[in-house]
């Protein structure tokens, strides 16, 4: 089985960068089969939002409107991690952040489309 653990999160003010990393642990064979891995977010009495989606085999990306230009989900299969790199970063993406992988192919930021999630790194940008 594979394990996801993120870490990068914390407090910034408006404007500034974070760079979250996720990195799968367990069997080689099946984080090497991971097709697909995602970011979400969940902010305190809102619904799960998936924010960033990469197809592992072309790198092949997709987002959410409301971060396109400021977000970038991105792989290092060297380092076998996963990162987001948030920019211009505003109070309203403060929230809960979520690592998710799944081994069918292609991009999707439906939740039901993953099966594998961490715990979450805690993101909060002040105005």
């Known amino acids: 089985q594979v394990q996801l653990v993120e870490s990068g999160g914390g407090s910034v003010q408006a404007g500034g960068s974070l760079r979250l990393s996720c990195v799968p642990s367990?069997?080689?064979?099946?984080?090497?089969?991971?097709?697909?891995m995602g970011w979400f977010r969940q902010a305190p009495g809102k619904e799960r939002e998936g924010v960033a989606s990469?197809?592992?085999?072309?790198?092949?990306?997709i987002y959410v409107d409301s971060v396109k230009g400021r977000f970038t989900i991105s792989q290092d299969k060297a380092k076998n991690t996963l990162y987001l790199e948030m920019n211009r970063l505003k109070p309203e993406d403060t929230a809960m952040y979520y690592c998710?992988?799944?081994?069918?192919?292609?991009?999707?930021?439906?939740?039901?489309?993953?099966?594998?999630w961490g715990q979450g790194t805690q993101v909060t940008v002040s105005s």
């Open positions: 998710a992988a799944d081994y069918r192919a292609g991009t999707t930021l439906s939740g039901d489309d993953y099966s594998l």
């Open positions: 367990g069997s080689t064979y099946y984080i090497n089969a991971l097709g697909r």
């Open positions: 990469i197809y592992t085999y072309y790198s092949s990306t």
